[in-house]
């Protein structure tokens, strides 16, 4: 490989690491083992990898296609280990649920399995996964309410509850600040019975060890203060750049 293939190879990559997930995804409940997080980011960055504005429907991607080839790439594993990883992510997903908390309409909460059909391409180290359609809006523009962030901010993180702690901060990263209960948290990310039951447990097993990770492997620096009133004040800021 010559010095400029070396180059140029990571900048076509970086292109296609952002993503976009709307505020009611991050803000629905669900539990999904590491591989089948990685599987939805891959989803998720191809929902959102134009950045014009369309009213077109056409330019929704009802089909989403996931490859052996470019989870090597992004999560640097072996072939092997990949499309070990994708298979297992696409069962999860496939046999998992996800719970909305619509602000409007009937319902105050809703729940919906994933996906509607998973097929591997043959010979080919691809899937086609086609999500449940009352799932699909969530992933490709309900609202024009987004959480944005990159997958390279993210990768070092391999716990999935503290990547969804994340994902929530990232959400209020703009105003610096997030208010939420342990309540909330508890049922948003499907903690165990010895954390949703002692708020004490939760903060020294998960809150802390989660804040401590975020602020050694993401651009966010977090700390976080408990009201009188027992709910999490956060204070999220931007670590500045290092330009050396």
Not at 47 to 68: G, H, I, Q, R, T
Not at 131 to 146: D, E
Request: glycine share 4%; aromatic share 12%; with cysteine.
């Amino acid at each position: 490989m010559t010095t400029d293939q070396a180059v140029a190879v990571p900048k076509k990559f970086k292109k296609k690491v952002s993503i976009k997930q709307s505020n009611e995804l991050t803000e629905a409940a669900y539990y999904l083992p590491l591989q089948a997080k990685r599987v939805l980011w891959l989803c998720l960055m191809q929902a959102y990898f134009s950045d014009s504005s369309s009213d077109d429907e056409s330019d929704s991607l009802p089909v989403f296609k996931v490859n052996v080839s470019d989870y090597v790439r992004y999560f640097n594993v072996a072939t092997a280990v990949a499309s070990r990883d994708v298979k297992s992510g696409i069962k999860a997903l496939g046999e998992s649920t996800v719970t909305f908390y619509p602000k409007d309409g009937e319902f105050e909460e809703v729940t919906r399995p994933w996906l509607a059909e998973a097929g591997l391409k043959r010979g080919r180290g691809t899937w086609q996964l086609e999500f449940n359609y009352k799932v699909m809006p969530f992933l490709v523009g309900l609202s024009s309410q987004f959480t944005t962030y990159s997958l390279y901010d993210c990768g070092q993180l391999n716990s999935v509850r503290v990547i969804r702690l994340y994902e929530s901060l990232c959400q209020f990263r703009a105003s610096g600040a997030w208010i939420t209960s342990h309540d909330w948290m508890c049922e948003r990310f499907m903690l165990p019975a010895s954390q949703k039951n002692n708020s004490a447990e939760m903060k020294r097993t998960f809150l802390e060890p989660a804040i401590k990770k975020i602020n050694e492997k993401t651009p966010l620096k977090v700390s976080y203060n408990t009201a009188d009133d027992g709910r999490f004040i956060f204070n999220i800021i931007d670590k500045p750049l290092n330009l050396s």
